[in-house]
């Protein structure tokens, strides 16, 4: 991709992070990077990913409109892939032409919406934090699917009012910024530093008990004995207790001691929107500024980022198009 890029009459500049947007007359100019450097652009694409807080409060101080908007916040649930394998075929041992079985859970508790995300079978849970003192985790299975451990997100829909009513967080920011990062330093603080994450067994998590031992985990970090109930919110820690004990009534053999969570999973999609109209696909303050893929609320995932991406170069080619036409 970064050969295409070049070979265009491109340029990929590595270490240079925008601090800063240039605005004259409510038309961005051009961006400033973090050593003082001035990028003149005509057309700004804003693709800086759901993790990019210093952008979300960039814009906010700048008072470029930018929203909240509902995620999910939760842990990663890791069984022996064998297990899922019976509960999925339902045999004693899976084939040797069949692939690690995969599974996708859905659970209403209390009007509130719990799904798994991003399972990964024969996977490997990863850190994927972006700021010191935090603890996020996310997954990814390599191309064999060879890891004894299968793993998924199980995540809780969020709702601006549960942040703003049942919030435990003290510091709420109008983007709810504060909130996921809340969470995700507790539960830095609960596995006790150097990146470990705080665990705790599938049926002792759903029983309030401290898990005495935790099974291996494919987390390389490691994983620390913690009461997951001081980490999460208590209304999120509240529905996957219910959650939990619903799933196994679907899957046999998925509500176990076998299991292991490990918190916290926060970035399944971004907690903020920046709005863009229909049509130019543009800021409706900011001329030729485009928000652009996951982190502006407009994909989730690695296809759908993609096509926004290409959706915005076309959008921007027809209109450069038109320039030249006119020139
Ligand atoms: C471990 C892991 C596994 C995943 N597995 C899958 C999967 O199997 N399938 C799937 O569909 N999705 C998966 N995802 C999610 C997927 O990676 C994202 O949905 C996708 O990358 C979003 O694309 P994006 O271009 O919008 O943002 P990103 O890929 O996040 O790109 C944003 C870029 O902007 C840069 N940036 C941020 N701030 C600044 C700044 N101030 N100045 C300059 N640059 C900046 C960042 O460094 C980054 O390179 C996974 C994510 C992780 C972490």
């Known amino acids: 991709m970064r050969d295409q890029i070049i070979n265009c009459g ?4 590595f270490d240079q992070k925008v601090v800063d947007f240039i605005i004259h007359n409510n038309t961005i100019t051009g961006v400033k990077t973090q050593m003082g450097v001035v990028i003149d652009a005509d057309q700004v ?42 509960a999925q075929y339902k045999c004693n041992t899976r084939g040797e032409f069949l692939p690690p079985a995969s599974y996708s859970l859905v659970q209403q508790v209390s009007n509130t919406g719990v799904f798994s995300f991003c399972m990964c079978p024969g996977g490997i849970i990863a850190p994927a934090a ?35 009513k049942r919030s435990i ?17 507790r539960a830095f603080a609960a596995g006790g530093g150097l990146l470990k994450a705080p665990a705790q067994r599938m ?36 529905v996957l207790q219910k959650a939990f004990i619903e799933f196994g009534k679907k899957m046999k053999g998925y509500y176990t001691n076998e299991a292991v969570l490990v918190a916290t ?25 485009y928000p652009c893929g996951e982190g502006a609320g407009y994909a989730g995932g690695i296809v759908s980022a993609a096509m926004d991406g290409e959706r915005v170069a076309m959008m921007i080619a027809s209109k450069m198009g038109d320039t030249l036409k006119g020139l």
């Open 169 to 185: 967080s003290k510091n709420i920011d109008p983007l709810l910024l504060h909130f996921q990062q809340e969470v995700e330093q």
């Open 203 to 238: 049926v002792d998590f759903c029983n309030n008990k401290v898990s005495a031992t935790l099974p291996k985990c494919s987390y390389l970090p490691g994983i620390t004995s913690s009461d997951l109930s001081s980490v999460l919110p208590p209304f999120i820690h509240h």
């Open 45 to 86: 694409i804003l693709a800086t990913g759901h993790s990019a807080r210093d952008i979300f409060y960039l814009l906010h101080e700048k008072n470029i409109l930018i929203e909240a908007k509902p995620f999910a916040l939760g842990v990663r649930a890791e069984h022996p892939q064998e297990l899922i394998d019976k």
């Open 10 to 13: 491109g340029q990929v500049l």
């Open 130 to 164: 972006t700021a010191p003192n935090e603890i996020v985790v996310n997954g990814w299975s390599p191309s064999k699917r060879n890891n004894p451990y299968a793993n998924s997100g199980i995540v809780v829909q969020v709702q601006l009012e549960d942040v703003i």
């Open 265 to 289: 999973e926060s970035r399944t999609s971004s907690p903020v929107r920046i709005p863009r109209d229909a049509e130019t696909l543009q800021h409706p303050q900011i001329k030729n500024l």
